[in-house]
């Protein structure tokens, strides 16, 4: 087994209410495999972090949404 397969990545979402806290450790070969991962520079990698795991994980506990509201139209 490479190095790679055990590389753990810690995500964390805390929302500023006491209790309102997730913390959870996936594998980063879940995501990516190591010769893809391996090509990635430094600001890719972490770019690839936040863009395609963190962000696929966190919407999976909140939900979100924006809007322009008019009130000249009510």
């Known amino acids: 087994m490479s190095k790679f397969n055990s590389i753990k990545i810690k995500l964390y979402l805390g929302i500023g209410f006491p209790g309102a806290v997730h913390e959870e450790d996936v594998f980063l070969h879940e995501y990516i495999s190591e010769s893809e991962w391996n090509k990635l520079n ?4 972490e770019e ?3 863009e395609e795991i ?11 949404s924006v809007s322009i509201y008019d009130e000249e139209a009510e």
């Open 42 to 45: 430094a600001t890719e990698k």
């Open 48 to 50: 690839f972090l936040h």
């Open 54 to 64: 963190f962000r696929e994980w966190v919407s999976g506990y909140l939900d979100q």
